[in-house]
């Protein structure tokens, strides 16, 4: 079996001993015990990536591995859904994804998720390396974060993409604003992430054997003064080094300083997310060497239209730009 990044269950301290059965049921993997025995003994629940049966007893450190089977019917149809596609030739896709659009199906999401769409556009032609329920898929995006992302159309330029993601030679960047005043120009954030022991759907920063490396850089591009509702809001650009789930949104808030808009980590204040109800994280830009060709190729994708609305209305308590900011945004505004 092929494991996927965000597939992972770490066991920390406070979960060991538990029977599997008993935990998945706890973190909502499984809507009952029984359920979830029925996912083990179907030999659906892998830890270490070995088969376990239901009285297996948990110890700190072991990583599970649940393949959530689809329920009946669900079968991987095309659908017809719109691509917004910036780049395609017979190997690969770069496309910007859309604020709501799961990437790919898993519990709760069985249809209507990029796959299905890649399915309807491309047919037989992607590839396969990431399991037959992840045709194309390199990487991921949160449903509500947008921007570009990567999708193979072959064996060969899926396993030399999830390479180069790998040793890092891929340049992803993120926007994204956050709430208060960030004072340094740059920084860096090296904290290890683990499932929340107070809440398996969340990630947190975790000291346990459970955790994995989570690195993220930012540059400062813009600081706003603080109003009545809100205590300012600093505009960013971060870079990945390791592509943990929710990784920028759970390193922000660790900071202090969370994501404007995000409804699971941030601070969930209507006034003061400027009425977003989705995290203000944009994927805008994508750097890589062609998997194949090995031309060199560059994308820069604006801001979608909810989150440049949100950069308007603060505009007016801007403290001014950072030199980050000024590349940054200039190069925006000339897409």
Known sequence: M??????????????????????????????????????????????DGV????????????????????????????????????????????LSKQAGLVVHPAYGNWTGTLVHALLAHCGGDLGTMQGEDRPGIVHRLDKDTT??????????????LSEAIKIRAIDRRYLSLVHGYIAPDSGLIDAPLARDPRDRMRMAVVESPSARQAVTTFNVLERFMAGKDDDGYTLVECKLYTGRTH?????????????????????????????????????????????????????????????????????????????????????????
């Open 2 to 47: 092929i494991d996927y990044p965000g597939r992972h269950i770490g066991v920390g301290p406070e979960d060991a001993g538990k029977r599997i059965d008993v935990f998945l049921g706890e973190i909502g993997k499984a809507a009952s015990r029984s359920a979830a025995a029925r996912l083990v003994e179907g030999g659906n629940v892998f830890v």
């Open 51 to 94: 088969p376990v049966r239901k009285r297996h007893v948990l110890a700190e450190g072991e990583q599970i591995t649940v393949d959530m089977p689809p329920p009946e019917g669900c079968d991987l149809v095309p659908e017809d859904i719109p691509l917004d596609i910036r780049f395609e030739d017979e190997h690969m896709i770069v």
């Open 147 to 160: 921007g570009l992302m990567m999708v193979a159309k072959t064996d060969v330029a899926q396993v030399a």
């Open 247 to 335: 990784q920028i949104r759970v390193h922000m808030a660790y900071t202090h300083h969370p994501v404007v808009g995000d409804q699971m980590y941030g601070r969930r204040k209507p006034k003061a997310d400027r009425g977003l109800t989705r995290q203000f994280l944009h994927a805008y830009r994508l750097a890589l060497d062609h998997p194949v060709t090995g031309e060199h190729l560059e994308f820069t994708d604006p801001l979608p239209s909810d989150l440049a609305r949100v950069l308007d209305e603060i505009a007016p308590e801007s403290m001014g730009r950072t030199a980050a900011g000024d590349e940054v945004l200039q190069a925006l505004t000339d897409v």
